[in-house]
């Protein structure tokens, strides 16, 4: 089993805040791997550490190293762009461009130099099957993105990701703006997804980090607490901690 | 107290029918000195005829409208990219006390009076035009000999002074523009630039589009400035080096010796600029409620 992310000592302040503490963590290849922990532990900060989103926010500093493929992404040569363009993001809030439907999905294609038509016509059609929203919206691809449900923004979301041909996608609570049905669908998708790329989700909904992932990791106060396969997190946890949240006894 | 908040009530009550009878009363007053006129003389004859002679009886505004026309369309080349530059780097490149001060700044060329910048056009710019882009001109065609009062000099003037106007408003509606598009966008890949000419303008479209109409309509509608460095040659100019005269302008020199019929069709020229402004305003307001649909 092949190594994605390798995060050794991790470190991350929000000016004199740690809001991440010696992180140490192995993200695989091809597997889902759900981050769970109570509100403010530092999921999203931590996912937005592996695509070096938090070199937006003024005042972040960042110690340790995170390598991706072996190379440590923090390190002074290493290409942002080419970075984010193999490890992409999906948002809490659905948030489509507001293009159309079309504009949205080969924005990525058109930004990394694709011009020709055909191509970028196919890239459409291969991600709106992929995210399974091909026959909802092929007649109305022109139409603008953000006359969609919420649901199916999401996915959109998720297909525009995937026109860039990204190795991993990393997921904020995904599903937290959606509905019951539009959730389950965007679940039964990931499952899909794992064939072909290395998905990392944060998640408050124990259900759904036990439904799709491979490995869990719980996260407190800025720490991880245990990283294992997801049934030994959910029946046989190494840590108090972690049994406790898990049965809904903290967070 | 309830008596005194009836009282202060019914002033604000009065104070608003006032505002809203004066309004009426000057469109009312200027269709009415204008319009006679304008019908026997002939709308056709009054936009087109290619001759302003007021002393001949010859009043064709349309000399008038292509000065004020290509002033102000100069002055769009050069304000729009700017302001709209200025506002991405307040907005976006800018650290946020730093972009404070300098949109203060900017904000503050509102509040100079239109006759300070057209005597700085007249002691700075004509001049420089003189003595630095005429001799561009001579070099092609010697014959050319031009004062530097030109349709140039009324444009980098009327730029400046719509530039408050394009930069707040186009600052305003760039930091609009959810903070979940910008991330979305560099998530993929996208670097700064790419994602402010991608995604920022054009989500930020509509407000920067009304900022570009009102301030055409402050070009429109300047003429202090104007009127100081443009040189009121009632002529269709050839070049940007060429006098022309506007239709504020001309309003504002003629109308104190003007005999009662020239009087009038100056109001009917006063008529021509309401309606463009009032249409300009109208488009800018309509584009700002779609933002506000938008969001
Ligand atoms: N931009 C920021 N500046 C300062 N502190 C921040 C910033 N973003 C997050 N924090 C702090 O860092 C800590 C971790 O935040 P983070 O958003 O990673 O938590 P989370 O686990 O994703 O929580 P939630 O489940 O509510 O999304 C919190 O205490 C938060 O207040
Ligand atoms: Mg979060």
Redesign the interface.
Known sequence: METKFEIEKLNLYYGSFQALQDIDMNIYSNRITALIGPSGCGKSTFLRTL?R?ND?IRGVTIEGTVKFDGEDIYGNFYDI??L??KV??V?Q?P?????TIYENIV??PK??GEKNKTVLDNIVERTLKEVAMWEEVKDRLQKPALGLSGGQQQRL?IA??LA?EPEVILMDEPTSALDPVATSKIEGLLEELAEKYTIVIVTHNMQQAGRVSDYTSFFLNGKVIETDKTEVIFSNPANKKTEEYITGRFG | MKTYEKAIEKVILLSAIMATISVGLITFFIFRSGLPVLLEYGIIDFIFGTTWSPTNGDYGILPLIAGTLSITIGSLIIGVPTGIACAVFLAEILQKKWAKAFKFSIELLAGIPSVVYGFFGLVVLIPAIREYILPIYQFFDPEVSQTGFSVLAGAVILAIMILPTIVSMSENSIAAVPVEFKEASLALGANKMETIVRVLIPAAKSGILSSIILGMGRAIGETMAVLLITGNMAKIPGTILDPVATLTGTIAMEMGYASPTHQQVLFAVGIVLFVVIMILNIIAQLSVRKIGGNA
């Open positions: 695509n989103m937006l762009i080419k984010r363009k992409g993001m948002f809030k948030n489509p461009f507001p293009k924005y990525g930004i990394h979301c525009r990701c860039v």
